[in-house]
């Protein structure tokens, strides 16, 4: 095993619920038991849940007075792993995780001296839950938008739970974690970590 195998990482789970804390969260939940999953592989971190935060709409890193987005952005950029955890809401992602992809659009327009851009070198990954349809298109959607704004994804980087369709049980009420959605977590988590300290490694060449 290379020394780089046991390089520490650090993650942030940004929870995009629209439930403002100390509600429950599905959505938090499978982020927390995602973390605990990264922290198997020597990966430390936080989660923030996103609605607990002023974040302004727009396309720009710092929207002025009163906007928090740019300390959640500090703890993004200072970490090697991205997690993105949100429910499905009428078949798309909740519009927090919209909001999110786009305040990190601005990040097309940042670069490091090499002309890469500054989050480029992160690997990201997805959570997704819900009682309908969807997680596939969910996770497709937030893949794209995470891929266009520099972050790297490693093979099988979503894990969800869905539940029956036009029915009322949430990942938060089930009495235990149903095992292919721990094994997909304990996968993602793996997968992850494996390829953050490889891009710690070997960074991506000067564009």
Known sequence: MSPSNHTPLRAV??????????ARSSSQLL??????????????????????????????????????????????????????STPIWLGHPSSIAQRVLERLDA????????????????????????NEDGAHKVGADLFQGLNDVGFSLAPNAVTYWVGEAMQGTDY???????????????????????LARRLKAAPYPAS
């Open 172 to 194: 938060q009420d089930l009495d235990e974690t149903p095992e292919k959605t721990a094994a997909t977590t304990r996968t993602l988590a793996a997968n992850t970590a494996h």
């Open 13 to 22: 789970a940004l929870v995009c619920t629209l439930s403002p804390s100390p």
């Open 107 to 130: 990040e097309l327009g940042e670069s490091d001296d090499e002309g890469r851009m500054l989050t480029y070198g992160k690997a990201a990954a997805v959570c997704v839950v819900g």
């Open 31 to 84: 982020a927390e038991q995602t973390m605990a999953a990264l922290a198997e592989h020597g990966v430390t971190g936080k989660v923030i849940r996103v609605v607990d935060h002023h974040v302004k709409p727009g396309v720009e890193t710092d929207m002025g007075e009163g906007d928090d987005w740019p300390e959640i952005r500090a703890a993004i950029l200072g970490c090697d792993i991205l997690l993105l």
